[in-house]
């Protein structure tokens, strides 16, 4: 199973908006609604943003959104804040009863 | 609180096992399924494996399957991951998560401990 392509960096100013992509194939993220994000500072563990493809757990600011159109999801993070400068990882449930995560995203705030 | 202490970690020689654990806290453990997923030092997360809440579905990467096993005892609240026939590229950290937002057939590890390295070289 490949990792879930997205782009190695990416950079904002506080208060714009960004998004993350994240492609994979007909048989992970186009196949089925199971994309999750996570968020992750130096030295720490994961943190679920979003499952499900759009959903936000209890906690989650509503800053961060995510969508899906075929085999790309995306998440997006408006209102730029310093916090939000972490590695991003998209995750895909797949047809082999598997997870596979994507190659994160350093999130760069300017 | 949901807590999860991961243990067993260390320096291996290549060939050698390893087995560990997993200690969860704060939620009816046996009611999850459980994962573990790894982080090579510098490098991004694998999902490795997942285990239902009874312990009778596994699921395994291709990349470990075979040489890892992983196994729950509920009396005990604790996740083990046994692993052999260690290679250089397991290095890693390697997570435990309590796996929630379950459909039929997926969840999405949501609760991570924080870790624990495994270091496989001679």
């Known amino acids: 199973q490949s990792a879930l392509t997205q782009p190695a960096s990416v950079s904002g100013s506080p208060g714009q908006s960004i998004t993350i992509s994240c492609t994979g194939t007909?048989?992970?993220?186009?196949?089925?609604?199971?994309v999750s994000w996570y968020q992750q500072h130096p030295g720490k563990a994961p943190k679920l943003m979003i499952y499900d493809v759009t959903n936000r757990p209890s906690g989650v600011s509503n800053r961060f959104s995510g969508s899906k159109s075929g085999n790309t999801a995306s998440l997006t993070i408006s209102g730029l804040q310093a916090e939000d400068e972490a590695d991003y990882y998209c995750s895909s449930y797949t047809s082999s009863s598997t997870l596979v995560f994507g190659g994160g995203t350093k999130l760069t705030v300017l | 609180e949901v807590q999860l202490l991961e243990s067993g970690g260390g320096l291996v020689q290549p060939g050698g096992s390893l087995r560990l654990s997993c200690a969860a806290s704060g939620f009816t453990f046996s009611r999850y399924a459980m994962s573990w997923v790894r982080q090579a030092p510098g490098k991004g997360l694998e999902w490795v494996s997942a285990?239902?809440?009874?312990?009778?579905?596994?699921y395994y990467a291709d990349s470990v399957k075979g040489r890892v096993t992983i196994s729950r005892d509920n009396s005990k609240n604790t996740l083990y991951l046994q692993m052999n026939s260690l290679r250089a590229e397991d290095t890693a950290v390697y997570y435990c998560a309590k796996d929630e937002y379950c459909s039929s057939t997926s969840c999405s590890p949501a609760n991570w401990g924080q870790g624990t390295l495994v270091t496989v070289s001679s």
């Open positions: 285990i239902s809440g009874t312990g009778g579905s596994t």
């Open positions: 007909s048989s992970d993220v186009g196949g089925y609604n199971y």
